[in-house]
Structure formats: structure tokens, C-alpha cells
């Protein structure tokens, strides 16, 4: 849900609308706000169609539409409860809590073996190059002269 703007009010239909209803308000409204078409200016005509697109994509999925009206449910239920503590709800499914990270993926895996891979060669070669130029270490550490 993005914003205050339901989905519903985007497309300007009713909660209850059908999906044919859904499907003409989207058709209409991509007339009038296809960058291609309309009189806005470009940038505003684009963020608004894609608002327009992700509203009816989220509400002709059945399943995503379940789940935002839940969603809008639960929100008019919090706005409408004034106990402080019933307004924190805590969702488990929730990913984007603090704590809850996504496990890494096969190509940051690679990367990040790769990353070791090249520090630990450049150490080696440095150390290497290092000994056969026969350079030594010979400084003290400044807290260690007196």
C-alpha cells in the first residue's frame, strides 16, 4: 500500500466492484493518463499511470486483492482503536522487520567468494613479491622508542 491513497479510490471504483468494473477503469484511465496521450506533462503523467497500473494489478489478482483488503481492514480497525498497545500489531509473515534478512542469493554468494579469492591472492602476491625484493620490516612502533 503505498500512501494514503487507497487502490480502490485510484481507480475510482468501489470496494466491491467486479473485475470487468476494475478492468474498465483501468482501460479508461490509461487513455487519459498514457504519457502519449494526455496533457499532463510527462513526469506527472507517468508516476500517475503507474499508479494506475499497479492498482489494477494488485485488484484484478484475486489473491493480492484479498490481501490489500485485509490490509485496508486492519488499518481502519487500528485508526479507529484508541489504546496505544492494541494499535502495535505485530505481523510474523512480515519480511521487512529489522532482524528478519533474506538469505543471499547464488550470484552474491559467487561475488563475495570471488571478492576473498582476490584479497586473499593479492596479500600472498605482495608478501611474495615482498621476499624476493628483500625488503625487510625494520621500523619500531612510535610508542616503543624512548
Not at 48 to 57: G, H, I, M, N, S
Request: proline fraction near 2%; glycine fraction near 4%; charge should be neutral.
Amino acid at each position: 500500500m503505498k500512501g494514503e491513497i487507497s487502490y480502490y479510490k485510484i481507480l475510482g471504483v468501489q470496494e466491491n466492484a467486479s473485475t470487468l468494473e476494475l478492468r474498465k477503469a483501468f482501460c479508461k484511465l490509461s487513455i487519459e493518463l498514457h504519457p502519449d496521450t494526455t496533457s499532463l506533462e510527462i513526469e506527472d503523467a507517468k508516476i500517475k499511470f503507474q499508479e494506475v497500473l499497479e492498482a489494477y494489478e494488485n485488484l484484478n489478482n484475486s489473491n493480492l486483492r484479498k490481501i490489500y483488503d485485509d490490509k485496508l481492514k486492519e488499518k481502519s480497525r487500528s485508526k479507529n482503536n484508541t489504546n496505544g498497545l492494541n494499535n502495535l500489531i505485530i505481523d510474523s509473515n512480515n519480511q521487512n522487520l529489522i532482524g528478519n534478512r533474506r538469505p543471499l542469493s547464488n550470484g552474491e554468494l559467487f561475488s563475495l567468494f570471488l571478492l576473498i579469492i582476490i584479497i586473499s591472492i593479492s596479500l600472498v602476491g605482495s608478501i611474495f613479491i615482498a621476499s624476493f625484493t628483500g625488503k625487510e620490516l625494520n621500523t619500531l612502533p612510535f610508542w616503543l622508542i624512548k
